[in-house]
């Protein structure tokens, strides 16, 4: 296989963004990047030290307080954020290669990244006026009023899946520096070096310095800034066994936190549903990015009746769909992110097997490339509520097809889960399909098709999180209230 040439503007770096600019880094120690369609190992990141992050979290203070970013108006603010999404989409073509050579996300996917990432920083400048509007909430008796002010929460630390390294940042990036805080950032182990496009936006659109800063390293960098003293509050997207561990550490120092986990999401499928309309968004729905996102309905929930011909629409639509190196706008597969979790995702293959599923595409075979940590797409059948890959979070490309007699059935089907993130409901009846969705106990659901709204807030339900991204609900948990009491002047 011939990997497409890519834009790659940083490899190999030995520095970290800290008080607006690229500085050698404390610490000796350093990550390696792969290319997870080659398994070639093209670039590395240091591994910051406690020095480090106490220069960054400092910095991010003074910034804070001693700069005044939080003394801006909101309306400040958002010119700095909309001249930041400008730079960012001038940077499209770098980070949709950097990203693709990172974690083997297609470039049809990665492409839009930095247009997605823009889109959330001019929403999140949209809101400047509801920062601005007064809240003034009378006493019930009239005798005085209260002055509910919105201050900044302070220091954040964001840190960052690998999925989507970009717009899982910026969806805590934008609402933060728009409520007035400051931030550390700390992108995931195997995706260190995207990121970097988004600080050099930053300093190019005049975000004063300080107030975004990058830290890279391992989990531990990032468990050390999690506890450290200067961070105000912690926003955080990745497993939801991290995310347990994450939420212990800020619940023992009273630290408010927002954590966006995992999901095991149901498409829930009506016996009217128009199959043909269902293939189209199929992928998007239910394997985006080989799998590996939060929010899709890894199960396909069918009714008896229309059961095998939901298969083979699935299974040829899987089937087809090609896999291949991520640099070629055609490929819909790519890789998995790294060797560790293909190797998660061929476990659960060999699972479904064993416990009784079978594979219709896909299965427990060999990748077909000599190179890459590629996993054929899979498709099962047979699958039962009990088997694990019915019940756990996969992240791959493995898609389990499960059969229902009654619309109550398959309602708890889709509720038996310790998750509660995504969800579809696929209906030639749009009403029916709404009145179901309220049925099923998950954060976020669409119908016939799934897709995240800024304006809306994105929260998970029981093990899939706390908290809420986007939507004026994402940019309150970066404010913190002031209530000041006083009497209503004659």
């Known amino acids: 296989m011939e990997t497409a040439v890519a834009t790659l503007p940083y490899t190999h770096t030995a520095d970290l963004f800290i008080d607006g600019a690229w500085t050698p880094a404390e610490g000796t120690g350093s990550t390696p990047v792969t290319n997870p369609a080659t398994e070639e190992i093209w670039g590395s990141v240091p591994i910051a030290s406690a020095g480090d992050l106490d220069r960054a979290v ?90 509910v002010r919105k201050d900044p929460v302070g220091v954040c630390a964001l840190i960052a899946p690998w999925n989507f390294p970009i717009n899982l940042v910026v969806a805590k990036l934008a609402p933060a520096l ?41 989990s531990s960098v ?7 003293p200067g961070i105000d509050k912690v926003a ?27 999901g095991k999401s149901s498409a ?24 590996q996102t939060c929010y899709i309905s890894t ?55 064993a416990e009784g599923a079978r594979a219709t595409t896909g299965g427990d075979v060999a990748s077909g490339f000599d190179r890459g940590f590629y996993v054929k797409p ?32 398959a309602v708890g089907i889709a509720n038996n889960t310790g998750f509660g993130l995504g969800g579809t409901v696929f209906s030639a009846d749009v009403d029916l399909a709404f009145e179901v969705a309220a049925r099923v106990d998950t954060g976020s659901i669409g119908l016939n098709f799934f897709a995240s709204n800024h304006a809306a807030p994105f929260a998970g339900r029981h093990d899939s999180g706390l908290g809420v991204e986007f939507g004026l609900e994402g940019l309150h948990v970066y404010l913190k209230p002031q209530s000041v009491h006083r009497r209503i002047r004659s």
């Open 178 to 218: 728009m409520a007035g805080c400051t931030v550390v950032i700390k992108p995931a182990s195997p995706t260190p070096l995207s990121i970097r496009q988004i600080a050099d936006a930053a300093t190019a659109a005049g975000i004063p310095a300080g107030v975004i800063n990058v830290v890279t390293g391992n």
């Open 222 to 228: 990032g468990d050390a800034l999690v506890r450290h």
């Open 236 to 262: 955080f997207t990745g497993s939801t066994p991290v995310g347990r561990s994450i939420g212990a550490a800020c619940g023992e120092l009273l630290r408010p936190v927002t954590l966006e986990l995992g």
């Open 378 to 409: 899979t498709v099962f059948v047979d699958v039962t509520p009990g088997m694990r890959i019915a019940r756990e979070e996969i992240f791959g490309p493995v898609l389990s097809i499960l059969r229902y007699d009654t619309l109550d059935e």
């Open 58 to 147: 400092g910095a991010a203070r003074h910034a804070f307080t001693g700069h005044g970013w939080r003394d801006l108006t909101p309306t400040e603010r958002a010119g700095h954020l909309l001249r930041l999404a400008d730079e960012v989409e001038k940077r499209a073509e770098a980070i949709s290669h950097t990203n693709t050579w990172e974690n083997g996300s297609p470039v049809a996917e990665t492409a839009r990244a930095a247009s997605n990432a823009a889109a959330i920083f001019r929403y999140f400048a949209s809101l400047a006026p509801h920062l601005e509007t007064p809240d003034i909430r009378p006493f019930p008796d009239g005798s005085a009023e209260t002055v």
């Open 268 to 291: 829930l499928v009506l016996p009217d549903v128009d199959l043909a309309e269902m293939a189209k968004v199929l992928i998007r729905s239910c394997m985006r990015n080989t799998g």
């Open 299 to 353: 199960r396909v929930l069918a009714p008896r009746e229309r059961y095998d011909e939901l298969v083979d629409m699935v299974t040829a639509t899987i089937s087809a769909a090609p896999q291949g190196d991520p640099m070629d706008p055609a490929t819909v597969f790519g890789p998995s992110a790294t060797a560790a979790q293909r190797d998660t995702v061929r476990g659960y293959i060999r699972s479904g097997i």
